[in-house]
């Protein structure tokens, strides 16, 4: 399971699709011991195949060996690894993933002059070493002198690295997929609702047409995913006026609170179908 310290407010959501994947793998004949992450640190569970919600560095780490060692791993150490924010932003921009124009900086260095040149005002300073524990982690600003005091109080919280992005003005869509499956769903968040669009065995399924382009949507994030090594995924995209997508947020294993009852028995399957290929050596 994944530690509450990297749950910000989605300790509940966190733990209740994890439980109803677990529970979907049970029916399926499975049979699942969970594990706290405390637990899975302590080098004790040497199970053959993982699901794996983790994100503490020691736990993706072990992650990683067992990994290495030849266990099913899902979603892989590795690709887990790939979603911190300094390390996703250097593989996207070096594979022309749609990301926002960004620098990473230490926290105890001046970055006025590199946004200035770069002609960024409004942007996002968020935590570049870890996946996000506080609200705080993630703050936008509106101008460099903004950032620079930001990032100082990141250096006094002992946050050693921030990656900093170009505010992208557009439609905010939250995403959420299960890769080699059909499961992809889109959601708008909205005043006093939400749209949900793309799921096509979703009764949930928003029966308008969609305000943007969900295919292209769906493509970006499947190139993201598979990019990252990531199975089990979701985030937030940013539709611009002229229609592109363009990823702001990507992260391993989200709550699929919007989608959870549809969203589990599909994680099970790919679990399911992952566990018969690594039997079968393919």
Same mark, same amino acid.
């Given at each position: 399971?994944?530690?509450?310290?990297?749950?910000?407010?989605?300790?509940?959501?966190?733990?209740?699709?994890?439980?109803?994947?677990?529970?979907?793998?049970?029916?399926?004949?499975?049979?699942?011991?969970?594990?706290?992450?405390?637990?899975?640190?302590?080098?004790?569970?040497?199970?053959?195949?993982?699901?794996?919600?983790?994100?503490?560095?020691?736990?993706?780490?072990?992650?990683?060996?067992?990994?290495?060692?030849?266990?099913?791993v899902?979603?892989s150490?590795?690709?887990?690894?790939?979603?911190?924010?300094?390390?996703?932003?250097?593989?996207?921009?070096?594979?022309?993933?749609?990301?926002?124009?960004?620098?990473?900086?230490?926290?105890?260095?001046?970055? #006025? $002059?590199?946004?200035? @040149?770069?002609?960024?005002? =409004?942007?996002?300073?968020?935590? *570049?070493? %870890?996946? /996000?524990?506080?609200?705080?982690d993630?703050?936008?600003?509106?101008?460099?002198?903004?950032?620079?005091?930001v990032?100082?109080?990141?250096?006094?919280r002992?946050?050693? #690295? $921030?990656?900093?992005? @170009?505010h992208?003005?557009? =439609?905010?869509?939250?995403?959420? *997929?299960? %890769?080699? /499956?059909?499961f992809?769903?889109?959601?708008?968040?909205?005043?006093?609702?939400?749209?949900?669009?793309?799921?096509?065995?979703?009764?949930?399924?928003?029966?308008?047409?969609?305000?943007?382009?969900?295919?292209?949507?769906?493509?970006?994030?499947?190139?993201a995913?598979?990019?990252?090594?990531?199975?089990?995924?979701?985030?937030?995209?940013?539709?611009?006026?002229?229609?592109?997508?363009?990823?702001?947020?990507?992260?391993?294993?989200?709550?699929?609170?919007?989608?959870?009852?549809?969203?589990?028995?599909?994680?099970?399957?790919l679990?399911?179908?992952?566990?018969?290929?690594?039997l079968?050596?393919?």
């Amino acid at each position: 399971m994944r530690s509450g310290a990297f749950s910000p407010n989605h300790i509940g959501h966190d733990a209740a699709i994890f439980n109803s994947v677990a529970e979907q793998l049970r029916k399926r004949g499975c049979v699942v011991n969970i594990y706290s992450e405390e637990e899975f640190c302590s080098g004790a569970v040497n199970e053959r195949f993982i699901l794996a919600m983790c994100r503490e560095k020691r736990s993706v780490e072990r992650l990683q060996e067992l990994e290495d060692a030849g266990a099913l791993v899902i979603n892989s150490g590795y690709g887990i690894e790939n979603c911190t924010r300094e390390r996703m932003m250097r593989i996207f921009t070096g594979s022309e993933i749609a990301f926002p124009e960004s620098i990473a900086a230490s926290t105890n260095e001046g970055v #006025r $002059a590199a946004l200035n @040149r770069l002609k960024i005002s =409004r942007c996002w300073i968020k935590r *570049g070493d %870890a996946p /996000t524990m506080h609200k705080e982690d993630v703050t936008f600003v509106r101008h460099a002198e903004e950032a620079q005091e930001v990032l100082q109080e990141f250096f006094l919280r002992g946050i050693q #690295r $921030a990656v900093i992005s @170009r505010h992208v003005e557009g =439609r905010l869509v939250k995403f959420y *997929g299960v %890769a080699g /499956t059909d499961f992809f769903l889109c959601v708008l968040p909205q005043e006093d609702t939400l749209a949900k669009y793309g799921f096509e065995g979703s009764s949930m399924r928003n029966v308008s047409a969609p305000p943007f382009d969900i295919q292209a949507i769906r493509s970006l994030c499947a190139r993201a995913a598979d990019t990252l090594d990531i199975k089990i995924y979701g985030g937030d995209c940013i539709i611009t006026p002229e229609g592109t997508p363009v990823i702001v947020s990507f992260n391993d294993w989200p709550s699929f609170a919007p989608c959870r009852t549809e969203a589990a028995p599909v994680i099970a399957r790919l679990v399911m179908s992952s566990i018969r290929k690594k039997l079968k050596g393919i």
